[in-house]
């Protein structure tokens, strides 16, 4: 019998629950208490990637492994209610990362971003990016804040689109490339990692300004995964180390205060912990998790 692989793994937007893709269908898992909410199996092909939309009903899945469910170039719209795909998006090259919020799916491509309305799937936004095979792309889920992140077009440099402000910033995060990047869920803050692996920074999605610079270790790492915990008093960052870092953020950083302002950070700071310490637990291969509408019709192909 072959064995069945674990392709992807992926937070809902709250940190309830997780999706697992695997060689042989997909899984969803309740985080606490842990048990396993329901399994997907398909005898004729995996599925590399798995998005939840909160605890809904409907994920957005794209075929991957050996034998590939569905084509690594469509994104599969399915509504477990009546265990079937009921709409898709294709493209012409293949899928690296979907995001879904209520009202959006965002799709990372090798040099794009696509973003659709998720009533009618209709194209509402499309960023050409640098070449982006992680699928490095963050999307806020707060209803009240529409912002996304993504590479831009040059190396380290990360692109966030403010949608409610029609806003677009660039941030120069880092001289080499980026490997990892995560938005807080009211999007305010974004986390950033390169390729070395030794700093994460964290920045204020308002304005670019950087709030806070934490070192993960001296040593290069490659960084798996970041999260935010739900008021942003916490950051995890997960690595090839076989460690998962545990950061205590900077009152700047839940405020957004700047720290070069002295009267703003003592404001800040005011009966606060001291912030900027970690630490790192033995988990090997973790993910980092710091906290726990109708839809018709198929895509028009892009990229």
Known sequence: MTPVEVLSL???QDFGCFACGTTTGFRVYNCDPFKETFCRGFNNGGIGIVEML?????LAIVGGGPAPKYPPTKVMIWDDHQVKCIGELSFRSQ?????????????ALEHKVLSYNFADLKLLHQ???LVNSRGLLALSSAADATVLACPGLHTGQVRIELYDRKQTKFISAHNTPLVCLCLSLDGKRLATASDKGTLVRVWNTADGQLLQELRRGTEPAHIHSIAFSRHCDWLA??????????????PNVVTGSDESDPAKAAAAAAGQSPAGTAAAMQRPGAAAAAAPAGLHGNGQQQG
Do not use: P
Not at 237 to 250: I, P, Q, R, Y
């Open 10 to 12: 992926s937070f809902n």
């Open 54 to 58: 909160f605890r809904c009903n409907i």
């Open 95 to 107: 899928v690296r990362a979907v995001r879904l919020r209520r009202d959006r799916i965002v799709v």
């Open 127 to 129: 960023i050409e990016t």
């Open 237 to 250: 960052v997960s690595s090839d180390k076989g460690t998962v870092h545990v950061f205590a953020l900077g």
